[in-house]
């Protein structure tokens, strides 16, 4: 029988007061009352029931065990005006025959021939810097995947267009953040003019995908990429039309190249802290790579680097909250879940749990031996998600950081310029507050 009240969390005076602190340091909000009220905890947010887990177990339940009963949800309504329906945000069926079309094109095998753009894009950038200049690393990282995306995917080299895009997925990704709270019924009375701006980008990103699709079209060269695929499915008769082709490529523009452009900069900033560690990559790639370039059969023996990703990951996950709404009445730790609430879960804040990562604002590569992993329980880590809608990316993403990392950090190191204020900016990914500006060092 599960229990009829509802799992401690914080009261707020009056109605809305609540969305406030959580609008504005979701973050510091989750962690504080996780440690105050423990790992299950329920709030409302305007009129809905929210739950938040920080647990192992209960995450699998969602994500996994039980994901037939949540979805996605209104949160993703609004979200939908900016990316439209692709994979990210549509749900049920659609979902599903989308997800079977795209798989192939980001699978294990396909991606292996990705390999040599990446390193020749981490080339290209080695190439371009210079000695003690300083770059915001969040820009340049995020210029770096946004070329590798449209050469992988869209088989196009996207340089020109690189500025514009960096300005437009700025004001999405913070309009983002009030997007995905689950209040967004709530937020509609609100007068924000971030939402407006945000139309606005999405119209500037819309212009450039619409303009390689109809330059696609025109070419007709048949090739291995993802605007190919999606056109000849169109072309087949499996019944996309042209508004979801378009979604469909948004979608992975986007998708595929601001989290890993996040992952790359944490992962900079964390080695300019950590002299050990950093030393210790140096040393691997000098083994693994001598002085030549790195090469996708490379990527299994560079066994400290994935590390050294796991670690970032771990205290910067990329995407650092996830939510669903349960379709159903369910049960969750014990509790009764009414039908229509929120239910809520943040790599961020499990990947910061002292039970499971002891000192665990600490930098600590060591902590993905596999004996060490082994000691813990799987859902204490995912940063990539779970289920039937974990990240179609991940092994795109674990080749692109592995293999620009090593290409980089074979001929720089950076240190952080000095008095360069670190911070949070929590919006649909993790990025640094205030950027990332940091020396470039030769090696
Ligand atoms: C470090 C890099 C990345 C991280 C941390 C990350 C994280 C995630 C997470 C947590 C989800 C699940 C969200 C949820 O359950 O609500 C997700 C979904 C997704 N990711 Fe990634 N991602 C990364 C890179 C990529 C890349 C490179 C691509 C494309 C090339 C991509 C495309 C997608 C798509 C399309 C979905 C939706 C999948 C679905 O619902 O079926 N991601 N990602």
């Given at each position: 029988?599960?229990?009829?009240?509802?799992?401690?969390?914080?009261?707020?005076?009056?109605?809305?007061?609540?969305?406030?602190?959580?609008l504005?340091?979701?973050?510091?909000?989750?962690?504080?009352?996780v440690?105050?009220?423990?790992d299950?905890?329920?709030?409302?947010?305007?009129?809905?029931?929210?739950?938040?887990?920080?647990?192992?177990?209960?995450?699998?339940?969602?994500?996994?065990?039980?994901?037939?009963?949540?979805?996605?949800?209104?949160?993703l309504?609004?979200?939908?005006?900016?990316?439209?329906?692709?994979?990210?945000?549509?749900?049920?069926?659609?979902?599903?025959?989308?997800?079977?079309?795209i798989?192939?094109?980001?699978?294990?095998?396909?991606?292996?021939r990705?390999?040599?753009?990446?390193?020749?894009?981490?080339?290209?950038?080695?190439?371009?810097?210079?000695?003690?200049?300083?770059?915001?690393?969040?820009?340049?990282?995020?210029?770096?995947?946004l070329?590798?995306?449209?050469?992988?995917?869209?088989?196009?080299?996207?340089?020109?267009?690189?500025?514009?895009?960096g300005?437009?997925m700025?004001?999405?990704?913070n309009?983002?953040?009030?997007?995905?709270l689950?209040?967004?019924?709530?937020?509609?009375?609100?007068?924000?003019?971030?939402?407006?701006?945000?139309?606005?980008?999405?119209?500037?990103?819309d212009?450039?995908?619409?303009?390689?699709?109809?330059?696609?079209?025109?070419?007709?060269?048949?090739?291995?990429?993802?605007?190919?695929l999606?056109?000849?499915?169109?072309?087949?008769?499996?019944?996309?039309?042209?508004?979801q082709?378009?979604?469909?490529?948004?979608?992975?523009?986007?998708?595929?190249?601001?989290?890993?452009?996040?992952?790359?900069?944490?992962?900079?900033?964390?080695?300019?802290?950590?002299?050990?560690?950093?030393?210790?990559l140096?040393?691997?790639?000098?083994?693994?790579?001598g002085?030549?370039?790195?090469?996708?059969?490379?990527?299994?023996?560079?066994?400290?680097?994935?590390?050294?990703?796991?670690e970032?990951?771990?205290?910067?996950?990329?995407?650092?909250?996830?939510?669903?709404r349960?379709?159903?009445e369910?049960?969750?730790?014990?509790?009764?879940?009414?039908?229509?609430?929120?239910?809520?879960?943040?790599?961020?804040?499990?990947?910061?749990?002292?039970?499971?990562?002891?000192?665990?604002?600490?930098?600590d590569?060591m902590r993905?031996?596999?004996?060490?992993?082994?000691?813990?329980?799987k859902?204490?880590?995912?940063?990539?998600?779970?289920?039937?809608?974990?990240?179609?990316?991940?092994?795109?993403?674990?080749?692109?950081?592995?293999?620009?990392?090593?290409?980089?950090?074979?001929?720089?190191?950076?240190?952080?310029?000095?008095?360069?204020?670190?911070?949070?900016?929590p919006?649909?990914?993790?990025?640094?507050?205030?950027?990332?500006?940091?020396?470039?060092e030769?090696?």
């Amino acid at each position: 029988m599960s229990n009829p009240k509802f799992p401690p969390g914080p009261k707020f005076l009056f109605p809305g007061s609540g969305l406030i602190k959580l609008l504005r340091d979701p973050i510091s909000f989750l962690m504080k009352s996780v440690t105050k009220y423990g790992d299950l905890i329920h709030f409302k947010a305007g009129p809905r029931h929210v739950f938040f887990t920080n647990h192992p177990e209960q995450i699998k339940d969602i994500l996994v065990t039980h994901q037939k009963n949540f979805i996605k949800g209104e949160a993703l309504e609004r979200t939908k005006q900016l990316l439209g329906e692709g994979l990210l945000t549509s749900e049920g069926e659609l979902h599903l025959k989308q997800r079977r079309l795209i798989q192939p094109i980001l699978h294990r095998q396909n991606i292996e021939r990705y390999a040599s753009i990446m390193v020749e894009y981490g080339v290209r950038i080695r190439e371009a810097w210079r000695n003690a200049s300083i770059l915001d690393m969040s820009q340049e990282m995020a210029r770096l995947t946004l070329l590798v995306v449209g050469k992988t995917l869209f088989n196009r080299d996207v340089d020109q267009e690189a500025k514009e895009v960096g300005e437009a997925m700025t004001t999405l990704v913070n309009a983002f953040r009030m997007m995905l709270l689950p209040i967004s019924d709530l937020l509609e009375k609100l007068p924000l003019p971030g939402i407006h701006k945000a139309l606005k980008a999405r119209e500037t990103l819309d212009k450039i995908i619409q303009k390689m699709i109809e330059e696609r079209r025109k070419e007709r060269h048949d090739s291995w990429d993802l605007l190919s695929l999606l056109l000849s499915a169109q072309e087949n008769g499996e019944g996309m039309n042209d508004q979801q082709v378009r979604d469909e490529a948004m979608t992975l523009f986007l998708a595929g190249h601001e989290t890993t452009a996040n992952a790359l900069t944490w992962t900079w900033y964390l080695l300019s802290q950590n002299p050990q560690a950093e030393a210790k990559l140096h040393q691997e790639l000098k083994e693994v790579l001598g002085d030549r370039l790195p090469t996708y059969e490379d990527m299994e023996k560079l066994k400290y680097l994935y590390m050294v990703f796991s670690e970032s990951m771990r205290l910067y996950p990329p995407a650092w909250a996830i939510g669903r709404r349960a379709i159903d009445e369910c049960e969750l730790g014990g509790y009764r879940v009414p039908r229509g609430s929120i239910v809520a879960m943040s790599p961020f804040v499990i990947h910061h749990s002292e039970k499971y990562y002891p000192d665990s604002w600490r930098f600590d590569p060591m902590r993905w031996t596999p004996e060490a992993q082994a000691q813990r329980p799987k859902f204490a880590y995912f940063p990539f998600g779970a289920g039937g809608r974990v990240c179609i990316g991940e092994h795109f993403a674990w080749m692109e950081e592995i293999l620009l990392m090593a290409t980089l950090a074979q001929k720089w190191k950076m240190r952080l310029a000095p008095g360069h204020p670190i911070g949070l900016q929590p919006g649909i990914t993790l990025r640094p507050k205030y950027g990332m500006k940091m020396i470039l060092e030769k090696r």
